[in-house]
């Protein structure tokens, strides 16, 4: 089993940063990849970013790219989303996944565990 919770969300502006974290317990975090997913109102989970058990590989999708980075503390047991030069559209939703297999992987249902999510609301 594995327990996550986000925190870091809020209210922006447009351009804003923002710095989301995910703390991990239960199984040993360095074993398994974690995943940064968003869901906005009336639309379908996306994906946003993927880290690998090491942090040696990144994914992103191509709408956060060159603005978002992922990241972890396999000490702390934590993964990061930094989010800079916010847009309106970042708003959403914001979750973390745990992924078992270690696949690094944009899809949703490849993540066995969730996080409850945080709020983003960017303002134009």
């Known amino acids: 089993q594995v327990q996550l919770v986000e925190s870091g969300g809020g209210l922006v502006q447009t351009g804003d940063s923002l710095r989301l974290s995910c703390a991990a317990s239960?199984?040993?975090?360095?074993?398994?990849?974690m995943g940064w997913f968003r869901q906005a109102p009336g639309k379908e989970r996306e994906f946003v970013a993927a880290?690998?058990?090491?942090?040696?590989?990144?994914r992103y999708a191509d709408s956060v790219k060159g603005r978002f980075t992922i990241s972890r503390d396999n000490v702390k047991n934590t993964v990061y989303l930094q989010m800079n030069s916010l847009k309106p559209e970042d708003t959403a939703v914001y979750y973390c996944?745990?992924?078992?297999?270690?696949?690094?992987?944009?899809?949703?249902?490849?993540?066995?565990?969730w996080g409850q999510g945080t709020q983003v609301t960017v303002s134009s």
């Open positions: 996944a745990a992924d078992m297999e270690r696949r690094s992987s944009s899809r949703d249902y490849e993540y066995e565990y």
């Open positions: 239960g199984r040993t975090f360095s074993t398994y990849s």
């Open positions: 880290i690998s058990w090491n942090g040696g590989t990144t």
